[in-house]
């Protein structure tokens, strides 16, 4: 198959189950009093999303129960033991996280845009989004504890979730602490990474196995398939914020640069004797030029940084898929090796 239609098929599958959680998003997030509230926790969700980390979550469901991809009923999926599960519920308990997420990191790094809206904080009141935030993630727990798995296997995914929200938070720690001490290492910056974007990645694939009853080691590989895409999902797109022309970014192209964030690229950069702070003169977005980028990009070739960065992308996405090797050999895993590519090689 071309990479073209293997691309084609995965959005695909993409699209199925995204509409099959948008679904679930409105039917169980409900717009109820006070109306403001609810209206303010399922903004951001109904402003779009590509979902797909709730992706992950079916189709490893999928993957585990040998089913041709699609066919399955999400709400009473056939668990390795005698009973059912709402799997669909669990990946909205997932999505509900990750837009909990969103509205608190659009607040703390007063953010006004998101997903081409303005973000939550803006539409309504600080006040308002912080309780929405908080909203989303209590609905998360009371989804993730109610999909009609056993028990024991309940409390498991409902334990991995909570340890995954303390990890981002932790994340997100270390990203503000990183804004204010020198001296970070590349190594410490993937730490981050891991906490703050991987994780989540790692309990879509993990949390799906937990619930319909799959053995240990299949759980850990499938958390460590997650954390190694996710990794590499993010250090591709500090890649992208330098390589991918303005119009397509759907942003400035190179705003990492102006606000001084830390990357792998300018990480490694600084090792290599280059003075990140002077790539570019501009103190904001509007003031920074395509010609300005395209000197700071130049130079950071020159070192070698963004082929570093893509390597490491690389890399970890093969070893991401390698962890596939506890799944099945059939479609819905077949879907996740792609999910994998796909992160990495993604277009805007």
């Known amino acids: 198959m071309s990479e073209d239609a293997t691309v084609e098929r995965l959005l695909a599958a993409v699209k199925q189950r995204r509409e099959r959680v948008n679904d679930a998003i409105v039917e169980e997030l409900p717009i109820e009093e006070p109306e403001r509230l609810y209206e303010a926790s399922r903004y951001l969700l109904d402003a779009g999303g590509k979902r797909l980390r709730p992706t992950v979550c079916l189709l490893v469901g999928e993957a585990l129960a040998d089913v041709t991809p699609g066919t399955a009923d999400y709400r009473q999926f056939p668990a390795l033991f005698d009973g059912e599960v709402d799997l669909l519920r669990a990946a909205v308990s997932i999505e509900v996280i990750q837009s909990f997420t969103l509205i608190h990191d659009d607040i703390m790094d007063d953010d006004d845009l998101r ?42 995914a409902t334990n991995r ?78 890649v992208l914020d330098l390589t991918v022309p303005s119009e397509e970014l759907g942003k400035q192209r190179g705003s990492d640069l102006v606000g001084e964030k830390e990357t792998l690229i300018t990480l490694h950069a600084r090792q290599q004797g280059v003075d990140v ?72």
């Open 161 to 238: 979730l909570a340890r995954t929200c303390t990890e981002i938070c932790e994340g997100q720690a270390l990203d503000v602490e990183f804004e204010n001490r020198a001296g970070v290492l590349p190594e410490e910056y993937l730490e981050m990474v891991e906490l703050k974007t991987a994780v989540l990645y790692g309990a879509s694939a993990a949390i799906p196995a937990i619930l319909l009853g799959a053995d240990d080691e299949t759980v850990e590989a499938l958390r460590q398939y997650g954390i190694d895409s996710g990794r590499a999902f993010q250090i591709q797109d500090d």
């Open 277 to 348: 702070d002077g790539l570019v003169d501009a103190e904001t977005t509007d003031e920074l030029t395509e010609a300005e980028v395209a000197a700071a990009v130049e130079t950071l070739e020159d070192a070698g940084s963004i082929e570093y960065a893509r390597s490491r992308a690389e890399e970890l996405t093969a070893r991401s898929k390698d962890h596939l090797d506890a799944l099945p050999d059939n479609e819905a895993s077949r879907l996740l090796a792609d999910l994998a590519d796909y992160l990495i090689n993604r277009g805007y």
């Open 115 to 156: 997903r081409g809206v303005p973000a939550v904080h803006r539409e309504y009141d600080e006040e308002t989004a912080i309780l929405a935030g908080d909203t989303l993630y209590a609905k998360a727990f009371e989804f993730m504890t109610d999909t009609g798995s056993r028990p024991e296997l309940s409390v498991a």
